[in-house]
C-alpha cells in the first residue's frame, strides 16, 4: 500500500507572481490580436481552457475548437520562448521537499488547472518534473473538481498498487474543496492566491509558511 500526494503548481511549486502565467497571457493577446484581454481575470485554480473561454467572452469572442487548437500552438511557442527565463521559480523550500519525499514509498501526482505542456515548461525550468508520476492539467475537465477525479483515476489505473491514503498540498481555498472532494487530508501552504487567514478559516489538516514545517512520517505512515 502506499499513500498519494497530490501537488498543485502555481503557488505551491513554483512562485506565483505576475510573470507567472505570461506565456498563456501573450498566447491569448496573440490570438485575439488584442493588449491586455487577460486583464481583471482571476486564474487561481482555475483550468487554463475554464480562462481561456472566460477570455475569449470578455473580448466578445464566441469558442471553437478551432480558435482553442490555434491557442494551444501559440501558448508552445510562448512557452518555449521564456524557458530559459526566470519567469518560473521554485516556491520556498519546495524543490528540497519533494526530493526527500520521493525516496520514500510514496505515489507523487499532480492535480492543476495547468494544460499539461504548461506544467511540462514549468516544472522542468525548477528541476521537478521528473518526480511525478502522473496527475490530472487543464485538459482533462473545466471544473478543479473534474480534474481532481481525473488525476485520481490515472493514479488507479497506471499501478496496481493499493492506495494507503490521500493527500492534497496547495495554496488555495478550491484546494482544500478539492481534496474534501476526494475524501483527502489536506495540507495548506499560504504561498499563493489565498492568505493565511482564508485558508484557517477553511480548517485544512495543517496549514504550512514552508514545506520543512511537514513531518514526513506524517504523509508516509498515515492511514
Known amino acids: 500500500m502506499k499513500p498519494i500526494v497530490f501537488f498543485?503548481?502555481?503557488?505551491?511549486?513554483?512562485?506565483?507572481?505576475?510573470?507567472?502565467?505570461l506565456p498563456?497571457?501573450?498566447?491569448?493577446?496573440?490570438?485575439?490580436?488584442?493588449?491586455n484581454t487577460m486583464k481583471g481575470i482571476d486564474t487561481a485554480a482555475r483550468s487554463d481552457q475554464d480562462v481561456f473561454r472566460e477570455a475569449l467572452s470578455k473580448s466578445g469572442v464566441m469558442y471553437t475548437e478551432k480558435l482553442w487548437l490555434k491557442f494551444l500552438t501559440l501558448y508552445e511557442t510562448h512557452l518555449n520562448q521564456y524557458a530559459q527565463d526566470d519567469i518560473w521559480r521554485p516556491n520556498v523550500d519546495a524543490v528540497e521537499f519533494v526530493e526527500r519525499l520521493s525516496k520514500f514509498n510514496v505515489t507523487l501526482a499532480l492535480i492543476t488547472g495547468e494544460l499539461s505542456m504548461g506544467a511540462a515548461y514549468k516544472l522542468k525550468k525548477i528541476?521537478?518534473?521528473?518526480?511525478?508520476?502522473?496527475g490530472g492539467f487543464g485538459e482533462d475537465g473545466l471544473t478543479r473538481f473534474e480534474i481532481a477525479d481525473a488525476a485520481l483515476e490515472k493514479v488507479k489505473k497506471q499501478t496496481d498498487e493499493k492506495i494507503q491514503s490521500i493527500w492534497v498540498i496547495g495554496d488555495t481555498v478550491l484546494d482544500i474543496k478539492t481534496a474534501r472532494h476526494l475524501g483527502a487530508k489536506v495540507i495548506s501552504i499560504d504561498?499563493?492566491?489565498?492568505?493565511?487567514?482564508?485558508?484557517?478559516?477553511?480548517?485544512?489538516?495543517?496549514?504550512?509558511?514552508?514545506?520543512?514545517?511537514?513531518?514526513?512520517?506524517?504523509?508516509i505512515h498515515d492511514r
Open 8 to 21: 498543485d503548481i502555481n503557488g505551491t511549486l513554483i512562485e506565483r507572481d505576475q510573470r507567472t502565467d
Open 24 to 35: 498563456f497571457i501573450k498566447a491569448v493577446d496573440e490570438l485575439l490580436g488584442m493588449k
Open 127 to 134: 528541476g521537478l518534473w521528473s518526480y511525478f508520476f502522473t
Open 191 to 219: 504561498t499563493g492566491a489565498n492568505t493565511e487567514a482564508e485558508l484557517k478559516a477553511m480548517y485544512p489538516d495543517q496549514l504550512i509558511h514552508k514545506f520543512s514545517e511537514i513531518e514526513l512520517k506524517t504523509l
